[in-house]
């Protein structure tokens, strides 16, 4: 067996190891590992890849999942695993399944064209519309047909990774929804692919997908060039674009993934609860909210009861009354059998004081609830209220 092939078993095995979850039972689940071996005919070679399925895979025979391809392997996947459960344990991302790709040549596969530049190996390079090819063509057709994922496609990578997830959703934007880079390394061929990536913004219109991009303490050339792509996307950002920049000004070329990976996945997955931050106002964006949401997982989600409650709380706070009505009525509406929708709107009528139509409303919260009903004694106690003050 070649070393390489012995690495990645060893690998795999550690990774596995490495990626165990304690259940309430006392008993482990981790995530199960398939390495998926690729006589690629676009390449002419054989290719390896780690693919991570979610723990909850096996437990959920219908269910698909998004995609994420990351670029230089599984030893990423501990801390992509790390981040994405803290953010899962919130609702705030949906569980993913992972492609790890294996490197045979990274330099050839990840750069467009071949470097010229002085500051870095010459001659190097050019092979990333081949390696762009392999994975559209040989690996997702492979991952699509034997795993259970939708068509969210994330494409992440650091470095020289960074520049083939941008040059990748640039010529591939109907495939890739996203693209996650952390100190992509731009200035390869004097500033070849912040060059495309600029022109290619420049010239679309509208683009519904999200790109993050990243920078630590890059010295020159990388940092001149860097600036310039970020300068021209930011004047030329197609309206529907979602695009996070971020500067870590101490972190050194090799510690900005550790440094950026929390934010990247935080501003790419939408939390399936809707803030009173990310709320426009808008009723009717509440449920685009939810389609894009239920886009990303690959499964129809709707606003919690709780949720558009909690919205028009927030506008009480601010004595917004007439928006906090407006959505609890919206609540209302959408959750017609649910007490507490109704002790929502009855609060809102109190804290305008309008103690009438407060009382009328908690009554029909007291209808829709027995006395083992969490929220049955509040609605008592409003109801009590109420009519000591309107007796008043």
Known sequence: MPFKRIALTVLVYVLTSSLIQAEPNGEEKSYELKVEKLQS?????????????????????????????????????????????????????????????????????????????????????????????????????????????????????????????????????????AALTYSAAVWWNYGASAKSTVAFLKSTNQLDHYIYTSIGNEGAPMRTYYDDMILG????????????????????????????????????????????????GDIQSISKYYERVSEQRGEKLEAPEWVIRELGYHYVRTQNYDKAIELFKHDIAKYPDTPDAYNGLAYGYEQMGNYKKSLEIVNKALTLSTPQHEGHQVYLNRQKRLQSLLKE
């Open 233 to 280: 996307m930011r004047a030329n950002q197609p309206a529907g674009l979602r695009w996070e920049n971020e500067a870590y000004a101490d972190v050194p070329h090799n510690l900005v993934t550790a440094a950026s990976i929390f934010s990247a996945y935080h501003h790419l997955f939408l939390s399936a609860y809707l803030s009173p931050q990310q709320f426009n």
């Open 41 to 177: 005919k676009v390449l002419g070679e054989l290719r390896e890849v780690i693919v991570q399925l979610p723990k909850s895979y096996a437990e959920n025979p219908n269910k698909k999942y998004p995609v994420i391809y990351r670029l230089d392997g599984a030893g990423n996947l501990t801390m992509m695993n790390g981040v994405l459960e803290s953010l899962q344990s919130q609702n705030a991302a949906p569980e993913v399944i992972i492609v790890a790709i294996e490197n045979t040549d990274r330099l050839r596969d990840f750069y467009p064209t071949a470097n010229e530049d002085q500051n870095g190996p010459v001659g190097y390079g050019g092979g990333g519309a081949k390696f762009l090819s392999f994975i559209t063509t040989e690996l997702m057709t492979m991952v699509e047909s034997k795993y259970r994922v939708h068509d969210f496609r994330v494409i992440e990578g650091a470095s020289a990774g960074g520049v083939f997830a941008l040059y990748a959703l640039t010529q591939k934007p109907e495939l890739f929804n």
